[in-house]
């Protein structure tokens, strides 16, 4: 079993979010259904955020179950190749070290002198099936993830305040919150049948070298037994610059089948 501490850092690289949800929606999209879909599709992957490399570091209060804990995060990705987080403790102490690529996830607890190798799958075990490296590196930046819209069970409503997009795929329902810059502020998705459930929300949109960035997010995920929440707000991000990943695994440290 992993301790507290992987099991909330787990949680923080799956981040996502800001903001409050808005409400149900108030009136349905009066456009056909694939004039909508086709629009939807071009104006939100136009939107979405297109850089090579990202670079940020936030203030997180994470809770798992009744405790918290508040740290530091960075994260660095390469887009498309790899992501690496980085938890620091009080005191300056680095706690927990994330890597993560389309095939696997390595987590080192360096704390207690633990680290898990295991396939990109394991994610599976605090979020849903069906995450895929492209929709967890969309949901760290806040973007939406055109593929999963790509489905003949989508549907669209329109309000003035807002847009929301509800559609099922590969066994996942979602739900979009989009704003008037189509850009999301809030995302659920629930796997079909099952309990467990990801809520994320994005706040607080700065201009951050052109990009039209959430510097606040706030995540919920209920799984695996326990209820884990992350509240983030970033005081540092950079895109498109050289990136470092250091993740090297000490000969004394146990691994955690």
Request: charged share 20%.
């Amino acid at each position: 079993m992993l301790s507290k501490l992987s099991l909330m850092m787990a949680a923080v690289m799956l981040l996502a979010a800001c903001g409050t949800k808005k409400n149900t929606v108030k009136k349905e999209s009066h456009l056909p259904k694939a004039e909508t879909e086709a629009e939807l599709l071009k104006n939100y992957e136009l939107s979405n955020l297109n850089f090579h490399t990202f670079s940020g570091r936030a203030k997180a209060n994470v809770k798992v179950g009744k405790e918290s804990h508040n740290a530091t995060v960075n994260i660095r990705m390469d887009r498309d190749k790899a992501i690496w987080i980085s938890v620091t403790a009080l005191l300056g102490i680095e706690a927990a070290r994330v890597y993560i690529t389309p095939d696997s996830v390595k987590i080192m607890n360096k704390i207690h002198g633990e680290y898990i190798a295991q396939p990109f799958s394991y994610l599976e075990r605090y979020t849903n099936r069906g995450i895929s490296f492209r929709m967890l590196q969309d949901i760290l930046v806040g973007n939406m993830t055109i593929d999963m819209l790509r489905t003949d069970q989508l549907q669209v409503a329109t309000s003035t305040d807002d847009v929301q997009v509800i559609g099922i795929k590969d066994g996942l329902t979602f739900h979009y919150g989009v704003n008037h810059a189509n850009r999301p502020f809030a995302l659920n998705l629930i796997e079909l049948g099952k309990s467990q459930k990801l809520e994320a929300t994005y706040s607080e949109f700065a201009d951050i070298s052109g990009y039209n960035f959430p510097q606040r997010f706030t995540l919920n995920i209920e799984g695996a037994g326990t209820t884990v929440s992350a509240d983030m707000l970033y005081n540092r991000t950079e895109f498109n610059s050289a990136v470092e990943m250091p993740f090297t695994i000490p000969a004394r440290y146990k691994e955690i089948k």
